[in-house]
T-cell receptor
């Protein structure tokens, strides 16, 4: 129940295309859902995050879509650029008072020029 | 922009030896965390630390592990009697409060021989 399942494991998108990464969870007590971006040799960097009381959050080219009833959330990268090539992790935290982040398995995204 | 700093970047240790991984969290942050990432696997929570005590820990964080904030700036993870399976990337993170985003360092790669 503490798992967050992420797909696909790897993704190749052409420059200018839309990259979509999906995550699903079981624990309805999760109350915070961040996405992290990780470049080789670096730590995860927070990209964007959402709480379950909203269905969508957009920051620049990055959008999280959240479906509470389906217990799924996804990251959309619009106008994908070669500089977006990285590993992306979804995560979840909760219930209230919990501090640990539960991470998905990661998606290696490659944007072809 | 302030960042979490981890040292060393790579630590090689003989099996059975003790190792200390060091972290300098962001200066006004009050919550501190350790995560690990075994090669090719997802990021896993180890422990969180607040007000000079452990506030949450995972089943991975057994008696082999300990954490300490020896002064006002450092946060350490000690692994006693290291095992081959302790080889991983260890990430330190910090946050201003429980509800604020967790910021990660670039990690220490621990190799047990």
């Amino acid at each position: 129940q503490q798992q967050v399942k992420q797909s696909p494991q790897s993704l190749i998108v052409q420059k200018g295309g839309i990259s979509i990464i999906n995550c699903a969870y079981e624990n309805t007590a999760f109350d915070y859902f961040p996405w992290y971006q990780q470049f080789p040799g670096k730590g995860p960097a927070l990209l964007i995050a959402i709480r379950p009381d909203v269905s969508e959050k957009k920051e620049g080219r990055f959008t999280i879509s959240f479906n509470k009833s389906a217990k799924q959330f996804s990251l959309h990268i619009m106008d994908s650029q070669p500089g977006d090539s990285a590993t992306y992790f979804c995560a979840a935290r909760g219930p209230q008072g919990a501090q640990k982040l539960v991470f998905g398995q990661g998606t290696r995204l490659t944007i072809n020029p | 922009e302030p960042e979490v700093t981890q040292t060393p970047s790579h630590q090689v240790t003989q099996m059975g030896q003790e190792v200390i991984l060091r972290c300098v969290p962001i200066s006004n942050h009050l919550y501190f965390y350790w995560y690990r990432q075994i090669l090719g696997q997802k990021v896993e929570f180890l422990v969180s630390f607040y007000n000079n005590e452990i506030s949450e820990k995972s089943e991975i964080f057994d008696d082999q592990f300990s954490v300490e904030r020896p002064d006002g700036s450092n946060f350490t993870l000690k692994i006693r009697s290291t095992k081959l399976e302790d080889s991983a990337m260890y990430f330190c993170a910090s946050s201003r409060s429980r509800n604020q985003p967790q910021h990660f360092g670039d990690g220490t790669r621990l190799s047990i021989l």
